[in-house]
Nanobody, 118 residues
Framework: QVRVVESGGGEVQPGGSLRLSCTAS????????MKWYRQPPGKEREYVAG????????SYAESVKGRFTISRDNVRKTVSLQMNSLELEDTAGYYC???????????WGQGAQVTVSS
């Protein structure tokens, strides 16, 4: 069974940092592009960052560029999101998504809450 599980959410003050991790199981990890999405309270889910299956290319939403860094470890089957200089607007549920290349197969995690408050 394909699963992805997020961890590392929490509450932090503006300007602080958090690191989210997503661990995959039941899949051939290096066949999957990995992405992070978030859903702020009362809003639609939005794309945050993504990394290709081999880790060679990364992309970011404009709102997080320069503050967030996505990385993956194909041995440990993990993808991480390092979030620095957090802002109140970064408060959201953060979701990990695995997308199998050349197919429509995908798997979402259950989400991790990130709250930025003063």
């Amino acid at each position: 069974q394909v699963r992805v599980v997020e961890s590392g959410g929490g509450e932090v003050q503006p300007g602080g940092s958090l690191r989210l991790s997503c661990t995959a199981s039941g899949l051939t990890f290096h066949y999957y592009a990995m992405k992070w999405y978030r859903q702020p309270p009362g809003k639609e889910r939005e794309y945050v960052a993504g990394v290709t299956s081999d880790g060679g290319r990364k992309s970011y939403a404009e709102s997080v560029k320069g503050r967030f860094t996505i990385s993956r470890d194909n041995v440990r089957k993990t993808v991480s999101l390092q979030m620095n200089s957090l802002e109140l607007e970064d408060t959201a549920g953060y979701y990990c998504k695995a997308e199998e290349i050349s197919t429509t197969n995908e798997c979402w995690g259950q989400g991790a809450q990130v709250t930025v408050s003063s």
